[in-house]
């Protein structure tokens, strides 16, 4: 999937439907460079690490939208496959990584355990890859360190498990909140453009203003 930006200039976004939750897993690549992020590291990652490699990309980072289990399984492996490769996450979940009942997999019979990650991802922060550049946008709810990665030039954003086509992500699991949630879709999700597509954590994308309009769980 490729988005134009209003320079004339392309982002690839290439999902990765990976593990029992179908967890949406991305590789960001800007236009013809061979620079790419992974944004979340689910279960059983082969066929990611292989797109990567087959089309000669070089990861730059891997950003984690939150720490959930689903999204954090599979870190490893890249970690193994792309050796260096620095992983960045909200310092509200810095802790996860390592505790598998923070990030849930103790009730699954599977607990991950992921070490620290290297650096942190923060409200407003600034990235670039290659020539586009990207905000981040803390959109706690589903989880505490819950972060929106936004490009506005291309008008897409990937709002990990904030957000869904027609849904919302779960607020029934320890550190959720329901109203914290919902004040994020409100506040920082619905004041992007109505026409930004909307890069989930599960299920299809969408678009803000979609959602805005007629998402059963948060009207704008």
């Given at each position: 999937?490729?988005?134009?930006?209003?320079?004339?200039?392309?982002?690839s976004?290439?999902?990765?439907a990976?593990?029992?939750?179908?967890?949406?897993?991305?590789?960001?690549?800007?236009?013809?460079?061979?620079?790419?992020w992974?944004?979340?590291?689910?279960?059983?990652?082969?066929?990611l690490v292989d797109?990567?490699r087959?089309?000669g990309?070089?990861?730059?980072a891997?950003?984690?939208?939150?720490?959930?289990?689903?999204h954090?399984?599979g870190?490893g492996?890249?970690?193994r496959?792309?050796?260096?490769v620095?992983?960045?996450l909200?310092?509200a979940?810095?802790?996860w990584?390592?505790d598998?009942?923070?990030?849930?997999s103790?009730?699954?019979?599977?607990?991950?355990?992921?070490?620290?990650p290297?650096?942190?991802?923060s409200?407003?922060?600034e990235?670039?890859?290659?020539?586009?550049?990207?905000?981040?946008?803390?959109?706690?709810?589903h989880?505490?360190?819950?972060?929106?990665?936004?490009?506005?030039?291309?008008?897409?954003?990937?709002?990990?498990?904030s957000?869904?086509?027609?849904s919302i992500?779960?607020?029934?699991?320890?550190?959720?909140?329901?109203?914290t949630?919902?004040?994020?879709i409100?506040?920082v999700l619905y004041?992007?453009p109505?026409q930004?597509?909307?890069?989930?954590?599960?299920?299809?994308?969408t678009?803000?203003?979609?959602?805005m309009?007629?998402?059963?769980?948060?009207?704008?």
């Amino acid at each position: 999937m490729v988005e134009p930006n209003s320079n004339g200039a392309q982002i690839s976004i290439q999902p990765f439907a990976l593990g029992p939750w179908e967890t949406n897993c991305y590789v960001v690549t800007p236009g013809e460079r061979r620079d790419c992020w992974i944004v979340d590291a689910s279960f059983d990652p082969d066929d990611l690490v292989d797109h990567i490699r087959r089309l000669g990309l070089t990861p730059r980072a891997i950003l984690l939208t939150h720490a959930h289990v689903d999204h954090i399984a599979g870190l490893g492996q890249l970690r193994r496959a792309f050796p260096g490769v620095p992983v960045l996450l909200h310092g509200a979940e810095h802790e996860w990584l390592s505790d598998p009942m923070l990030n849930l997999s103790a009730m699954t019979g599977r607990p991950v355990s992921e070490g620290e990650p290297d650096g942190e991802l923060s409200d407003g922060q600034e990235l670039t890859l290659g020539p586009s550049r990207w905000v981040v946008r803390h959109t706690p709810g589903h989880s505490p360190g819950g972060v929106t990665l936004y490009c506005a030039d291309a008008g897409v954003a990937l709002v990990g498990d904030s957000l869904f086509n027609g849904s919302i992500g779960r607020t029934d699991f320890p550190g959720s909140s329901p109203g914290t949630l919902a004040e994020s879709i409100r506040r920082v999700l619905y004041a992007l453009p109505p026409q930004t597509r909307v890069f989930p954590g599960h299920g299809p994308p969408t678009t803000i203003g979609r959602e805005m309009k007629s998402n059963p769980f948060v009207r704008a």
